[in-house]
């Protein structure tokens, strides 16, 4: 049924034989069960921790890092061989550390989320890994910088800073289970090679993007299934100024940012296009495979980021739909390839650099927490009494936009999963307007709420308390002194 529905919804984007789809042929249905298999129960090691961040991505990596420079014992839990998440695998640019000041003159220009995230921007630029801050001179009333990275520095700089902070990294280990105590999580369940574990400890913080810890502990959620899924392809042997001519060229530039660029400034580090004013054929072909014309860089000859969108007809939680869009993602990023080679001057000899190891999602489960924030909260820049952090960057913006190139603040409550006494929740899946989340989702927000969940998770441990139970007063300081930017 779901094979089915799926290839209806490729024919509904213009797909099926024109774009040499391998949906016929023969129907191979493995994923009906046959018969059910009780599981022998077995006795699992036990290591124990004051603190575990499951998922070392985006939101994970600096709340494993807070956690430990908190003094907790700290485990992170990450399926993948390195750290970064998404941000290493999806994304153009890192948005956003500033509030939208350009876009609304006279407002304060302020770096408004700092701390580990600004850290790792930091580190990054030692070694040629990212443009800074750069201002935007077209399209800077969506945002007023351009922070692109390296991907492949941006994975070692983050393990070093776990390393060095003494977290326990355990990558290429899946979190599959959660041991309750009542309300209480009292451990998680990892399988690795080197066997199936049970991790004990006192706080947790789900950084999955799919919330599988809240999942595995029962937590709420919803699947709304609301975004396309994407791949991202880093296309090399390019000619970043020949992109640039072929685009303006068109009198089609809406996108564009100077900066460092293999260690020259003044160079080209995003720019994007309109579709409509490019060639037809290229239009076309871009529209079939879901091609978005943004890119940014900070190497020559290199398109960093090149995204290929496909709507799933549902749930990136269901294996065997994400396995067709797997394939499907991995041929459009080889058609992406063959556009640049084929209209693009000084892109002849292009060919695939890097793609994103598994597609990438915008939205998997959203949990459940105490407080959800809404699109007004976002909007009109709303603060809260238990602020954990400040954010001004909204992906719809120009057409929303934080009111008046301010800030709205992420309260704690927002963070706490609901109905669980010792997990929180920092990353992607929260928040459940589809509006709001927008603007939540983007990378630096989930940076930020990391900083806010490992801090408050190493504080729950040090106090044995749950994390309703934490003074926010006590988490507001120990913030401040790991560098969070507050408004007020
Ligand atoms: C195509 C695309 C383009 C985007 N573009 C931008 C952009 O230009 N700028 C921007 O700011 N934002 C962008 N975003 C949004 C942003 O990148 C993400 O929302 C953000 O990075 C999510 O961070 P996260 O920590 O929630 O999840 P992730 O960074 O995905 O981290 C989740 C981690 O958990 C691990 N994990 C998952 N399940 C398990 C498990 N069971 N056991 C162990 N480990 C597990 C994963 O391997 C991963 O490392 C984009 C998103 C997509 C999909």
């Known amino acids: 049924m779901q094979r089915r529905d799926f290839h ?45 961040v499951a998922g070392g991505g985006t939101a ?97 700089a983050t393990f ?134 943004v890119t940014t860089t900070v190497h020559d000859n290199y398109l960093m980021f090149i995204k290929l969108n496909l709507k799933l007809p549902s749930s990136p939680t269901d294996r065997d739909v994400v396995a067709k869009g797997e394939l499907e993602l991995r041929r459009r990023m080889h058609r992406a390839v063959g556009l640049f080679k084929k209209y693009v001057p000084g892109c002849e000899n292009a060919f695939m650099a890097r793609t994103s190891p598994s597609l990438c999602i915008r939205r998997g489960r959203q949990i459940v927490c105490d407080y959800d924030i809404s699109h007004e909260d976002v909007i009109e820049g709303r603060h809260f009494d238990d602020d954990v952090m400040a954010y001004g960057f909204h992906d719809s913006a120009p057409r929303f936009q934080v009111k008046d190139g301010g800030t709205y603040g992420v309260p704690y409550q927002a963070l706490r999963v609901a109905k669980i006494d010792n997990l929180m929740a920092a990353g992607m899946l929260i ?3 589809h509006r709001a989340h927008m603007s939540t989702r983007n990378t630096v927000c989930c940076m930020g709420q990391g900083q806010a969940t490992g801090t408050a998770a190493a504080l729950c441990a040090a106090r044995k308390c749950g994390t309703r139970d934490l003074p926010y007063a006590d988490l507001r300081k120990a913030l401040q002194k790991g560098g969070v930017y507050f408004e007020a």
């Open 431 to 433: 928040t459940s307007d």
């Open 160 to 293: 070093e800073m776990l390393d060095e902070a003494g977290v326990f990294v355990a990558v290429n280990t899946l979190l599959a289970g959660a041991i309750m105590d009542g309300h209480r999580i009292k451990g998680v369940i990892t399988e690795s090679r080197s066997g199936r574990e049970a991790i004990y400890a006192k706080a947790f913080v789900d950084c999955t993007a799919y919330g599988d810890l809240a999942a595995f502990a029962g937590a709420d959620y919803a699947e709304p299934n609301d975004y396309a899924v994407a791949n991202s392809v880093g296309i090399a042997n390019v000619n970043v100024e020949g992109y640039y001519e072929f685009i303006k060229k068109r009198d089609a530039l809406t996108e564009y940012c100077e900066g460092m660029r293999s260690g020259k400034p003044g160079q080209i580090v995003r720019l994007s296009g309109s579709l409509q004013k490019m060639p037809p054929e290229f239009a076309a072909e871009a529209r079939k495979i879901g091609m978005s014309m």
């Open 8 to 52: 209806k919804g490729l024919l509904a984007l213009g797909l099926g034989a024109h774009a040499g789809l391998a949906m016929a042929g023969p129907r191979k249905e493995g994923n009906v069960p046959v018969a059910y298999h009780e599981e022998a129960a077995r006795k699992l090691p036990v290591r124990e921790f004051d603190s575990v």
């Open 60 to 156: 994970g990596v600096v709340a494993a890092v807070a956690a430990a420079r908190q003094g907790a014992k700290t485990m992170l839990i990450e399926r993948k061989g390195y750290t970064g998440g998404t941000a290493a695998e999806g994304g153009t640019a890192l948005h956003s550390f500033y509030n939208l000041w350009k876009a609304f003159p006279g407002v304060k220009k302020r770096q408004v989320v700092r701390g580990i995230p600004k850290e790792i921007v930091d580190r990054l630029a030692t070694v040629g890994g990212t443009t800074g801050y750069p201002e935007m001179s077209k399209h800077y009333d969506y945002d007023s910088v351009c922070t692109a990275i390296d991907v492949e520095l941006y994975k070692l």
